[in-house]
């Protein structure tokens, strides 16, 4: 029989799967123009670029915008700063969403698992400039309901926004709230495709509802949670710098200040559109050994990406 061609092939599977990839050209369409075709810009990484002479116009310095951020004042506090944010949500906030699924699962009031559920979902659509005004507000040192209950055990007012801290329990708390619901959908998902008959099986066996989440459940979505952490570790160094500008000020910049935020004061504010463009690719670069490293380290268990 003879082989299909290259083209050939790609005749075949337009006629077989037509509707297909007519699904999933939008998203290709979204990838190639606001990812890929980007990247050609991270050349002005390595240029002194001037808007005026253009990416190929601008003269090229090799690794001086590198080298001013490594010997910069900043670096090690950004460095600090942005490590101790993405850990501290990661070690608290990873498990949250799990914990909570296996729970959901366990409750068989469908009204009420409903409710729970929808409940944890909103603070996900909540925008983050609400949720930074909510904030304020319930923790304002002169009316704050936060406040007004510390005086009213004997204590002082605390103004949490201006003491560096404060900050990053703040962050991650209220990080924890907007995504731990929102997050568990994926965890309820792959508890949904487990096989109903191992439960059957263990009840019969005579095991409890918590011997059947640790010796079912919990193995059974492994794989998921593995897959999760490591993309969760591969984003360690990405701190979006949006909820923090709400949050920070001048006093606090000691502990609020990462990498994103520094990124965006002197690259886009101050306009070294170089300079930036170096400590981004910095970051993403770091992003990146952080992801290989743990995919290698979960191939142990024989779970990884690739």
């Known amino acids: 029989m003879r082989k299909q061609g290259g083209l050939g092939r790609i005749r075949a599977v337009w006629k077989r799967d037509a509707a297909l990839v007519l699904l999933c050209l939008p998203v290709i369409a979204y990838y190639v123009i606001f990812q890929y075709l980007p990247m050609y810009g991270v050349v002005i990484a390595f240029k002194d670029f001037s808007i005026h002479k253009g990416i190929l116009g601008s003269d090229w310095v090799g690794l001086q915008n590198f080298l001013e951020f490594f010997r910069s004042f900043y670096f090690w506090r950004l460095l600090r700063n942005t490590l101790l944010v993405s850990v501290y949500s990661l070690l608290w906030g990873f498990p949250l969403p799990i914990l ?82 929102w997050n568990s959908i994926i965890f309820l998902a792959a508890i949904s495709g487990l096989d109903p008959q191992l439960y059957e099986a263990a009840t019969m066996d005579g095991a409890s509802r918590a011997q059947k989440m640790l010796s079912i459940t919990i193995p059974g979505i492994m794989p998921t949670i593995i897959i999760i952490l490591i993309l969760s570790i591969g984003n360690l160094m990405s701190v979006g710098y949006e909820k923090i500008i709400l949050m920070y000020s001048p006093p606090i910049y000691e502990t609020s200040d990462v990498i994103s935020t520094y990124v965006y004061r002197r690259g886009l504010v101050g306009m070294e559109f170089s300079f930036g463009a170096a400590v981004g690719l910095f970051n993403s670069v770091i992003n990146l050994f952080l992801l290989v490293a743990a995919n290698r380290l979960s191939r142990a268990r024989d779970m990884s990406l690739w």
Request: aromatic share 14%; proline share 2%; hydrophobic share 45%.
């Open 100 to 181: 909570f699924a296996l729970f959901l699962n366990e409750l068989h009031n469908g009204i009420y698992k409903k409710t729970v559920q929808t409940l944890s979902y909103l603070p996900h659509f909540i925008s983050n400039v609400v949720i930074v005004s909510i904030m304020m507000i319930l923790l304002s040192p002169s009316d704050g309901i936060v406040n007004k209950l510390i005086q009213g055990l004997g204590g002082h007012s605390i103004n949490f926004f201006k003491q560096a801290q404060w900050f990053r329990t703040l962050y991650v708390g209220s990080g924890i709230w907007q995504s731990f619901g």
